[in-house]
């Protein structure tokens, strides 16, 4: 199911909506090429969910076709739901971020390693206090063992000192956000499931999100997945079990357009969960990440950057599901994707959703054409490439659509008249310079183009063509397999 809102009433300009169609075309063709089995998709600009679409399968086994309303463990996302819950615990004076940790747990005080009475509930939230990332036994992240429940998790923070002093350096910790959930129990007087849920979800009304697995969503929750084995087979994971003490670390289950609507809640001006000075101190750089990239980290929420673009976000990583949120805050956008086998990459994804989002909004300044140049849009194929051909007012770019970055290598191209277009500008080794010939039927749909002296058919044409060609061959395939 696919949801593309009202344009006129949500977007601030056309180009929102043509990279939108966009990314409705070329999503498709990204998962036919992949190798993962689902992958769930939401866009959101200024609150509103704009897309919302699912690909492929909540279940191998069962050909379950996944849909927007499958569940998926959406693991350190749970982080910012935290977060959010801490910050409306100081909002109402019940703490404060610089406490230290003990104030609210005083059983840390027979922690053997000293260094613990100086930790404070702003070094948890900022990864920076110094503590192992999921103890000395993490076996559980692998199914090896059960979660542990809460008086066994005690005795498990107790046993393993910090890796380092606090306060040095941004140094991530699951265990941190454990903690940070075991207080906002000790000062609201309630179960850390049940304060978020009245506080964070109920709010929002997001009806797909759940702090920790249970019973009732069983049958929408997606199947995860282990890495291909050397056939290309990938093996089911037993994804349906609760993260127990932990879930405020890694347990909350959702769907990629409640993502949107919880993220969008962040958003200053927003009047939604918290004042603003307070996601102001949740989003600005707290550390720097120790990364190839430049990263940061603030309070419950990681910061990206995609190149002049300052996002905030989460990941998540849970056996056989991987995640991703990346939210443009000065234009409003929440990017989402969910994926369902551990090697995926769904920050990839994400992060070539903005490199479209950022093509189109570089065309703002051009006009609009006086010639129809949508007359030469589509997607064609031959034996050597799949090529886009994209019109945005009067700027015409041929790419290929089969990468993560798809307008990263783009050729420019220049009306000559009704039938035929020519490269002006393009990488050195491509074809610049030379033209690109249109033939169209009676009906005025293209048939085929000759790009650059090679001819190509729309992708449609060309693939049934192909299999009409290939035939006999698929005929003796079929033979020598029985």
């Known amino acids: 199911m696919i949801v593309l809102a009202e344009v006129s009433e949500l977007m601030e300009t056309s180009l929102l909506a043509s990279a939108i169609s966009f990314i409705d075309s070329w999503l498709p063709l990204r998962y036919e090429h992949s190798d993962v089995p689902g992958i769930a998709v939401a866009i959101s600009h200024k609150g509103e969910v704009v897309f919302n679409k699912a690909y492929g399968y909540a279940n191998l086994e069962k050909e379950e076709r996944l849909a927007t309303t499958h569940i998926f463990r959406i693991a350190s996302h749970s982080k910012t739901f935290t977060a959010t819950a801490i910050m409306q615990l100081a909002e109402q004076d019940k703490l404060k971020l610089d406490d230290h940790v003990m104030k609210y747990l005083p059983w840390l005080e027979s922690h053997k390693d000293r260094r613990y009475q100086k930790i404070t509930i702003r070094q948890l939230m900022s990864h920076s ?22 008086a066994q998790f005690r005795d498990e923070i107790l046993e393993a000192g910090l890796i380092t002093d606090t306060n040095l350096e941004m140094k991530y910790s699951n265990l941190g956000f454990a903690i940070l959930g075991m207080i906002i129990e000790a ?4 179960p850390y499931n049940q304060f978020v849920m009245e ?27 282990t890495r291909a084995d ?19 670390a890694r347990g909350f289950c959702s769907t990629a357009d409640d ?45 990206e950057y995609i190149g002049s673009r300052r996002t905030f976000g989460h990941g998540g990583a849970a056996p056989g ?12 956008l929440v990017v989402v994707v969910l994926m369902n086998c551990i090697d995926a990459d769904p920050k990839l994804v994400c992060k070539g959703i903005y490199s479209i989002l950022s093509y189109f909004e570089s065309c703002n300044s051009a006009s609009k054409s ?4 949508k007359r030469f849009q589509g997607r064609f194929m031959n034996l050597w490439e799949i090529k886009d051909i994209v019109v945005v007012g009067s700027k015409i770019a041929a790419l290929c ?29 491509l074809s610049k310079g030379e033209r690109v010939e249109f033939r169209f039927s009676e009906a005025s749909m293209i048939e085929s183009i000759r790009y650059c002296g090679m001819t190509m058919w729309p992708k449609l044409a060309y693939l049934e063509a192909l299999s009409k060609e290939n035939a006999p061959a698929k005929q003796i395939s079929r033979a020598l397999s029985h």
């Open 187 to 190: 000062v609201s007087n309630r």
């Open 199 to 225: 506080n964070v979800i109920r709010p929002l009304r997001l009806k797909n999100t759940f702090p920790d697995y249970s019973e009732p969503i069983k049958d929408r929750f997606v199947t995860g997945y």
């Open 370 to 373: 006086i010639h129809d140049l």
């Open 401 to 429: 659509p089969n990468v993560w970055q798809p307008f990263d290598e783009v050729e420019e191209l220049q009306y000559i008249d009704d039938h035929t277009l020519k490269v002006v500008n393009a990488n050195g080794y």
């Open 230 to 248: 050397l056939n290309r087979v990938r093996f089911p994971i037993p994804t349906v079990i609760s993260t127990k003490s932990t879930s405020a």
């Open 129 to 150: 206090a110094g503590i192992i990332r999921d103890g000395l036994d993490r076996d559980y992240a692998q199914l090896k063992r059960p979660y542990p429940e809460s």
């Open 321 to 332: 599901m991987m995640t991703s949120t990346l939210c443009d805050p000065q234009n409003e």
């Open 259 to 303: 993502l949107c609507r919880f993220f969008s809640a962040h958003f200053i001006g927003s009047k939604q969960l918290l004042d603003d000075e307070s996601k102001k101190e949740m989003q600005r750089t707290h550390w720097e990440v120790r990364s190839k990239e430049k990263q940061e980290y603030g309070l419950g929420l990681a910061v």
